[in-house]
């Protein structure tokens, strides 16, 4: 085995207007660089306090579960699916999206069975259609998507969800993976009983500790569960020794990634979670306003617009791939492709925390504009500039 040669890291200059990861502010990215003290340290002991303060704080919850799940999103996902699901037990899932998807298969492997309560991708779940699936399957656990990233769409009616759920005795987990932090969320005044997020979507830090918090009467399940969890690591029964009152050893916190999202919840503090909700509806209405006044349309209808993932919709014809590649070859601009029964029709941008700034939506506007106008599509440009521009001067 010869001796690698590897070069010096140079990441390229990007501007992430992605589905996930956002921009991360400089204040973020100092804290990663901060000296690490153990995982036992009376004084991290104490930045863990500070950390599940802020995080109920931003999931608007007085839940004393409320931890940083080590690892990304789906680890916190299976964390609430795994920890929520005994064998045998039914799992409503939504059928809407990916991310429906993705738990499904969580469900499996913890034992479960998953049914699904069907929407189009693009669409919410209607309530009736909810009502429907809990009259057939009486399901233990109804989990749905409230931000669902991969077709730009935002779950209404959340109150009207969970309420359905509690008349059946069933639990509700919330996937906010990419609305925390950006978009309205409520744990309390909603009704969730457990609900699951990531750092690098409206958060806007690097990935590696994900949000989670869980009710007294989820965790009760829990507690109360016939067979262990199948996973050893995301086992919340044994991750209270760490995070509840013992503080005792489980497995080694990812230190500098708690640092990271202490400094991001701390900056979403500052702010004050509604004006954060705000500026993304504002921010995210000029990226709006600029792609519809160039001719385009976004996929979801105004009612359920996700203002951190806007899915627009392609003129017939056009190549994603080729709009993609000039984003970021000609300016740097990172954005994505449909998913799904999506693929190929839409483009997926994201404005997510330190990417939702005026700036950089202009900028993404401008760059699109010209992206359509390079490989041909029809499209007015200098009008969706404009009308970005006057959206955000209001
Ligand atoms: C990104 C995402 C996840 C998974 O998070 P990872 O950090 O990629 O593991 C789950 N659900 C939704 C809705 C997401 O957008």
């Given amino acids: 085995m010869n001796r690698p040669k590897v070069g010096e890291l140079q990441p390229p200059d990007r501007l992430l207007m992605g589905p996930g990861p956002s921009e991360v502010h400089p204040r973020v990215l100092r804290s990663m660089s901060t000296p690490l003290v153990g995982h036992l340290d009376p004084t991290f002991v104490d930045l863990m306090d500070e950390v599940q303060d802020l995080l109920r704080y931003v999931f608007r919850t007085d839940n004393e579960w409320t931890i940083p799940v080590s690892g990304t999103g789906s680890a916190s996902m299976e964390a609430a699916v795994g920890n929520l699901t005994e064998p045998g037990e039914t799992v409503l899932v939504p059928g809407n999206g990916y991310f429906g998807e993705r738990m499904a298969s969580m469900v499996e492997r913890a034992g479960g069975d998953p049914v699904f309560v069907d929407a189009p991708w693009g669409e919410p779940l209607d309530p009736d259609d909810v009502a429907a699936a809990f009259a057939e399957h009486d399901p233990d656990v109804f989990g749905f998507v409230h931000a669902e990233t991969s077709t730009g769409t935002r779950q209404p009616n959340v109150p009207e969800l969970t309420a359905i759920a509690h008349e059946h005795d ?173 693929a190929g029709d839409v483009l997926r941008i994201g404005c997510m925390g330190h990417s939702a700034q005026p700036g950089n939506v202009l900028t993404l506007v401008a760059a699109l504009g010209d992206a359509l106008e390079t490989v041909g599509a029809e499209v007015d440009a200098d009008a969706g500039l404009a009308a970005a521009r006057r959206r955000l001067a209001e």
């Fill in 170 to 342: 069933a639990l509700v987990i919330a996937d906010c993976v990419t609305s925390l932090g950006g978009v309205e969320f409520r744990v309390d005044e909603w009704g969730i009983d457990a609900a699951y997020s990531a750092a690098q979507k409206c958060l806007s830090c690097p990935p590696g500790a994900s949000p989670l918090t869980l009710s007294d009467r989820a965790m009760e399940k829990v507690l109360a569960r016939e067979s262990p969890v199948r996973s050893w690591y995301l086992d919340l029964s044994q991750l209270q020794d760490y995070w509840g009152e013992k503080r005792a050893y489980h497995h080694t916190a990812p230190i500098t990634n708690v640092y990271a999202l202490r400094e991001a919840l701390r900056l979403v503090a500052e702010e004050g979670i509604e004006a954060r909700w705000e500026r993304h509806r504002r921010v995210a209405g000029a990226l709006k306003a600029g792609v519809e006044s160039m001719g385009l349309a976004l996929n979801p209808e105004e009612d359920w617009w996700l203002p951190s993932l806007n899915a627009v919709r392609l003129p017939a014809g056009v190549d994603d791939d080729a709009v993609i590649s000039h984003l970021l070859d000609e300016h740097g601009i990172e954005v994505a492709g449909g998913l799904g029964d999506l």
